[in-house]
């Protein structure tokens, strides 16, 4: 192990992370969040990959490796993100419209990313086959990544729109996002893992498509919280 793979595997299991982070943190340029709680929010992300590591070791042991296996595998996944966001993140002030929700969502998903590509690169470049991880690097930042950053963004269109609803009301908004993340992280992995890789294609197709409805709902709760159209969220 030398110190130039090590910041290999960094950068380039980091790098698709912070490239979709950059992008999304735009969309929030009128009314930045605190550098500081993006940080947190990222460091959120990565501090959720050792929690489910073992969670979905177990899963794998009773589940197998079949259908059952690949929806536990998702919801650990996406309920410890979302558990972690709202132990950390959502409940502090600089929380304070609708679009922070989201935002900060996508800012953990991207940080269980970055670690979770990190470590899938780990043994490649570690044993000399770089190209390989730079090849894994860039397919996950085409489908795996983005998967994370739609995934999560549902839950976090839970909140916005369920903003200043009552809390059980919310409960439910956010109990549908939470669902519908999971059958999208399920629905992906299934597409790649029970096929052999057969289908690909139609993975990336789910997933995109997903990243288009994310950013057309993006603009629409951008456009309702600056235009202050409060009866949008009542």
């Known amino acids: 192990?030398?110190?130039?793979?090590?910041?290999?595997?960094?950068?380039?299991?980091?790098?698709?992370?912070?490239?979709?982070l950059y992008f999304i943190l735009k969309e929030?340029?009128?009314?930045?969040?605190?550098?500081?709680?993006?940080?947190?929010?990222?460091f959120a992300g990565m501090l959720c990959v050792p929690i489910v590591l073992p969670l979905e070791q177990y899963a794998q042991i009773h589940f197998g490796k079949g259908f059952s296996g690949i929806v536990a595998w998702a919801t650990i996944?996406?309920?410890?993100?979302?558990?972690l966001a709202a132990l950390l993140i959502l409940w502090r002030p600089a929380v304070d419209e609708p679009?922070?929700?989201?935002?900060?969502?996508?800012t953990i998903a991207l940080g269980f990313a970055a670690l979770e590509n990190a470590l899938f690169i780990f043994t490649p470049?570690?044993?000399?086959?770089?190209?390989?991880?730079?090849?894994?690097?860039?397919?996950?930042?085409?489908?795996?990544?983005?998967?994370?950053?739609?995934?999560?963004a549902t839950i976090g269109f839970a909140l916005a729109f369920s903003y200043m609803k009552t809390p059980l009301i919310r409960m439910?908004?956010?109990s549908v996002g939470v669902i519908l993340a999971i059958t999208l992280h399920a629905s992906f992995?299934?597409?790649?893992?029970?096929?052999?890789?057969?289908?690909?294609?139609?993975?990336?197709l789910l997933v995109w498509s997903g990243a288009?409805?994310?950013?057309?709902?993006?603009?629409?709760?951008?456009?309702?919280?600056?235009?202050n159209l409060p009866n949008f969220y009542v």
Request: proline share 3%.
């Open 125 to 152: 470049i570690m044993s000399g086959h770089t190209i390989s991880g730079l090849i894994t690097g860039d397919l996950r930042f085409l489908g795996s990544t983005l998967l994370h950053v739609v995934a999560s």
């Open 212 to 227: 288009v409805v994310v950013l057309a709902l993006l603009e629409v709760v951008k456009y309702r919280t600056y235009k």
């Open 28 to 42: 929030d340029s009128r009314n930045p969040e605190p550098k500081r709680i993006i940080a947190l929010a990222f």
């Open 189 to 204: 992995n299934l597409l790649i893992m029970s096929t052999g890789g057969l289908r690909t294609f139609d993975a990336l």
């Open 77 to 83: 996944e996406e309920t410890t993100k979302y558990a």
């Open 172 to 174: 439910f908004y956010v």
């Open 99 to 106: 679009l922070d929700y989201v935002i900060y969502l996508i």
């Open 1 to 20: 192990m030398t110190f130039s793979s090590i910041i290999t595997v960094i950068a380039v299991g980091f790098s698709p992370s912070l490239i979709w």
